[in-house]
């Protein structure tokens, strides 16, 4: 098992045993890990499980789905700003000067 591995295993199975720990099976848990796909965002949402106690599924599926929209944002805005620098680098380049 390589390190990567070790880590998004360890953070699943916390995970895990939150959701157990609210009276959910494990396979919950699984899913919710898949959907978040990286041991941060498992990690975030496991700190949530611990302090929010959430009442129903409803609301740890709402809670997932909001992890998921702010990464995605924050994916997006890293992908923006990226080709900002890009398009400015070119049209602060000499050969955008020139006409070219």
């Not at 880590?7 to 959701?19: D, G, K, P």
């Not at 848990?29 to 949402?45: S, T, V």
Request: proline share 4%; with cysteine; glycine share 4%.
């Amino acid at each position: 098992m390589t390190p990567n591995q070790k880590i998004w295993t360890l953070s699943r199975n916390e995970l895990a045993a939150a959701v157990v720990s609210l009276g959910y099976p494990e396979e919950f848990a699984d899913l919710l890990a898949r959907q978040l796909g990286n041991p941060k965002a498992i990690d975030r949402m496991t700190s949530w499980l611990y302090q929010a106690h959430p009442g129903s599924v409803e609301m740890i599926v709402d809670e997932m789905l909001a992890i998921c929209a702010e990464i995605e944002a924050w994916r997006e805005k890293k992908e923006s700003r990226e080709a900002q620098y890009g398009i400015n680098a070119w049209l602060n380049s000499d050969a955008c000067r020139q006409g070219e």
